[in-house]
C-alpha cells in the first residue's frame, strides 16, 4: 500500500513523488487441474499469488523522464513496497508491461508529456 511519497521505491529509487495513483492487484495463477466438476464443485492447485504493482504518472518534465525511463526499460527491476499481508516492507523481482508516452508540444526542458502508467509484475509468486 502507498504510505507516502518513499514507500515505493524500484531500483533504489524512490517513484512517490512522481506518481498520482498506485494500484495493487495479488493474482492468483492455479494449475492446469484446476476447475469445476459436473456437480459444480471447484478444486484444483494454487500455483501462488503475484502481485502486479501499477502506478499511474503524473505529467513529468524531460530531466524527470530522462532519470526513470532506464528503470522502466530494463529486463527486470528490484521493487520495494509495504505488504499489508506482511505487514512489512518487501521487495520482489519484477518486469514489466509496454508504456507509451504522450507529448504533443514540442520537447524543452519545462514540457510536460502526458501522465501514463505502467505496470510491475512479480517474476515469482509472494512467499
Not at 11 to 18: A, I, L, R, T
Not at 36 to 52: D, E, H, V, Y
Not at 89 to 118: L, P, V, W
Amino acid at each position: 500500500m502507498f504510505i507516502d511519497k518513499n514507500s515505493i521505491e524500484i531500483n533504489n529509487v524512490s517513484f512517490g513523488q512522481y506518481l498520482v495513483e498506485v494500484k495493487y492487484a495479488y493474482n492468483k495463477l492455479w494449475a492446469s487441474d484446476t476447475g469445476r466438476n459436473l456437480a459444480g464443485k471447484m478444486s484444483g492447485t494454487l500455483i501462488g499469488i503475484f502481485p502486479k504493482i501499477t502506478l499511474q504518472f503524473r505529467k513529468l518534465t524531460k530531466s524527470e523522464l530522462e532519470t526513470i525511463a532506464p528503470i522502466l526499460d530494463s529486463a527486470t527491476q528490484s521493487l520495494k513496497y509495504y505488504d499489508p499481508n506482511k505487514r512489512a516492507y518487501t521487495t520482489i523481482t519484477t518486469y514489466t508491461n509496454d508504456y507509451e508516452i504522450i507529448n504533443d508540444r514540442i520537447i524543452n526542458e519545462n514540457a510536460k508529456n502526458e501522465g501514463f502508467s505502467i505496470s510491475f509484475i512479480a517474476t515469482n509468486k509472494r512467499v
